[in-house]
């Protein structure tokens, strides 16, 4: 009797073993679940959608990765990790519109994603240093200094990953076909008498701007609106 219980009291003492599943690693569920919100969206994505995917305990998943949230801030870090470098010996007008240009097409192969680009920023989630440090080095070079370097970052940062989530925004779930229809004639109803300028500009803005499309950036890219974008943001940098 003094055995067992001796035997029992043993096995409470012995420390949990962690949930992990054989070979899984924390690497491996942040790419699982980039891979699964590219194929079924941020909608679809949680952590037993997860470990159904990984086909693994969904206590596996939370031991690597830890809540929801915590693994979306990875997933962004890991995409942002894959941004193409800029050769630093560049002027700093053609390495900020390279940075630019390659966060964007970095975010355009993971269009699911576009919904946690504020979020990611505005709540302090995530490794942004070395991207912070990049683009401040770039401003400086320019000539900025203290506050107005502060303000200026925030401004461009702004400017840039705004448009970006707004291009990659997706259509609704639901009766995309009478969405995509719905815009078409909204379009196409426009009062030239009420709205002469904009009637006129129509023709430039269907499908190409953010207001009058109906498809996803991903699907139709405002490439020249990108680069009007950075031309206006580096005129503003050199009158700083």
Excluded: C
């Amino acid at each position: 009797m003094a055995a067992r219980a001796r035997s029992k009291a043993s096995r409470k003492a012995r420390p949990r073993r962690a949930p992990t599943a054989v070979g899984l690693d924390r690497k491996q569920v942040v790419e699982g679940a980039l891979a699964l919100i590219d194929a079924e969206g941020l909608g679809a994505f949680g952590i037993r959608s997860l470990a159904r995917h990984l086909g693994v305990n969904p206590a596996a998943i939370q031991w690597h990765a830890g809540t929801r949230d915590q693994l979306l801030t990875a997933v962004i870090d890991e995409v942002a990790g894959r941004r193409s470098p800029v050769d630093p010996g560049h002027p700093w007008p053609v390495r900020f519109r390279e940075v630019a240009r390659s966060l964007r097409r970095t975010l355009f192969a993971h269009p699911n994603l576009a919904p946690l680009i504020g979020g990611a920023l505005t709540s302090n989630r995530g490794d942004q240093d070395a991207a912070m440090e990049e683009v401040l080095s770039i401003l400086h070079e320019a000539g900025l200094r203290g506050r107005v370097l502060a303000d200026q970052v925030t401004a461009v940062t702004g400017a840039v990953l705004g448009f970006i989530a707004m291009e990659l925004s997706a259509a609704p779930a639901e009766d995309v076909a009478g969405f995509r229809e719905a815009v078409r004639e909204r379009v196409a109803s426009v009062d030239a008498q009420v709205h002469p300028q904009l009637a006129r500009t129509m023709p430039h803005l269907a499908n190409r701007s953010f207001v009058y499309r109906w498809d996803r950036g991903s699907d139709a890219p405002l490439d020249d609106a990108f680069e009007r974008l950075l031309d206006t943001l580096v005129a503003g940098i050199e009158r700083a």
